[in-house]
């Protein structure tokens, strides 16, 4: 019965390379959203979508494109990786774009060696 | 731009004795602000809302307009209290609302 899941938990790639990570939610929620913990535990929000339309566009490289099929899914693509690129990501879904109360999924820890 | 500002890194305390959290916020409008909190291995969760006023596992926050703040306490720390604990105002827009969050605290409860 899990609300926000993501795939892979755990991801280690090499420079250069361009990977997926895939969200789910089952909440039947509008909203969805990445966000981005780095090293030091600072977590900032990357990308908002609502009904699979892009709302939230925060300062993140292009290399990073999220795409919505649905509303139930948002995935991340990132071409390119690199070593900064390390850290973990949390998918994330709320009832609508008010987005009062976050729901989120468990992250994905990203290492580019 | 909305900032909040979460001054400790890390709060370690003892079994029993009393937590505080602090959480500074910059915001023009009527702020809207939550704790989240995330235990080790587990997903950021809602912890509470300022809101709904309500005291969720021992843990209360009040809203200080004047102070700009939003601190969170708890009277007596439990071990399983240990937690990374985020401040998280949010920022309104037409595009839709964002939370924002504060660099988090880390807290240790000793036994």
């Known amino acids: 019965d899990t609300a926000v899941s993501q795939t892979p938990k755990y991801l280690v790639t090499q420079m250069g390379n361009d990977k997926s990570i895939k969200c789910e939610q089952n909440?039947?929620?509008?909203?969805m959203y990445w966000y981005k913990q780095d090293s030091k535990k600072f977590l900032k929000i990357m990308f908002s979508?609502?009904?699979?339309?892009?709302?939230i566009n925060e300062t993140v490289p292009n290399r990073f494109s999220p795409k919505s099929p649905d509303k139930a899914h948002l995935n991340l693509h990132i071409n390119s990786l690199e070593l900064g690129d390390s850290a973990v990501y949390f998918c994330?879904?709320?009832?609508?774009?008010?987005?009062?109360?976050?729901?989120f999924g468990e992250g994905s820890w990203l290492t580019v060696v | 731009a909305q900032r909040v500002t979460q001054p400790e890194k890390l709060l370690s305390v003892f079994k029993g004795a009393p937590v505080e959290l602090k959480c500074n916020y910059s915001?023009?409008?009527?702020?809207?602000l939550f704790w989240y909190v995330q235990y080790s291995r587990q997903r950021l969760q809602l912890l509470l809302r300022?809101?709904s006023r309500e005291s969720i596992k021992g843990f209360t926050a009040d809203l200080n307009k004047g102070e700009t703040s939003f601190h969170l306490k708890k009277p007596f720390a439990q071990e399983e209290d240990s937690a990374m604990y985020y401040c998280?105002?949010?920022?309104?827009?037409?595009?839709?609302?964002?939370?924002?969050f504060g660099g988090g605290t880390r807290v240790l409860v000793k036994p």
């Open positions: 909440l039947g929620h509008d909203t």
């Open positions: 300022h809101i």
């Open positions: 998280a105002p949010v920022t309104i827009k037409a595009a839709g609302n964002k939370l924002t």
């Open positions: 994330a879904s709320s009832l609508n774009r008010a987005g009062n109360t976050i729901y």
């Open positions: 915001y023009s409008g009527s702020p809207e």
């Open positions: 979508y609502n009904n699979k339309e892009l709302i």
